[in-house]
Structures are given as structure tokens and as C-alpha cells.
């Protein structure tokens, strides 16, 4: 099974940016951490982040010929892109959400992820290992 994780914008500043919430772990060490994770799942995983929008689109798009599932953290974008949310609920793949922090518990404008309803699930809340916990999801799907 191939899984694409694809990681929204300013998740290439982890470990910089604000390490009380999203802790000091780089991109590099998470990217890491899911490959190590994904071959104990006996899961091929690429990882690619893009901060823009039309990026992650592409990314999405050009997954239904060479991925089996994504896992996506779209950042900032789960809050109100409709678009990225247009692009899963398009690709006929299953698609599982996955954030680092607790969105739930967050501000106010990060409590609802419009890209969430496009997904097959979610996870957040438990730093780097939502990751794995949303590729354990789509390998479950998968196996169905």
C-alpha cells in the first residue's frame, strides 16, 4: 500500500514555530517518524509539504494514479478551503486528516475543519502520533 502524507502550510517551520503547541520536533525528524512508523504498518509512504494552496491541490490530484490513500494535515487550510475540500471529495481515494494539536481546543476560527467533511476521518490532538494513528485508519480502510 502507498500512502501520500502531505503537509499544509508553515509545517516546515515545526520546531521554530510556536514549539508550545506544536512542539520541537523539525519537519525532517516528523517525516522520520512516519516513514519508520509506516514500514512497521508495512505502509510505502512519500511525505511532501506545500505552503500554497494550489500545491496541495496538485499534490491531491496527482494522487489518484500512484497512491492507494493520503493522509493530510492542510494547516490553516482545514479552517475554511473549500477547494482542498473539492479536491478530496474528488480523487476516489481515501483521504484521513490529521493534525499535531488539539484543533477542538484551540481558537475559536481553528475549531472547524471544513476539509475534515471531505475525509474519511480525523485525528488531532496528539502531536506526531496523529500521523500514524491516520495512517493505521487508511490501512484499515484499505484492508476492507
Known sequence: MRVLVIHG????????RQPEVYGRQTLAELNDFIA??????GVDVACV?????GAIIDA?????????????????????SYAIADAIASIGLPVVEAHLSNIAGREEHRRTSV???ACAGSVSGFGARSYVLALRAVAQIQEK
Not at 9 to 16: A, Q
Not at 36 to 41: E, P, Q
Not at 49 to 53: A, K, V
Open 115 to 117: 476539509t475534515a467533511a
Open 36 to 41: 519508520t512508523s509506516a514500514r512497521d504498518l
Open 9 to 16: 502550510p508553515n509545517l516546515n517551520l515545526l520546531g521554530e
Open 49 to 53: 509539504q506545500f505552503n500554497s494552496e
Open 60 to 80: 491531491i490530484h496527482g494522487a489518484r494514479s500512484a497512491y492507494d490513500a493520503i493522509v493530510i494535515n492542510p494547516g490553516a487550510y482545514s479552517h475554511y
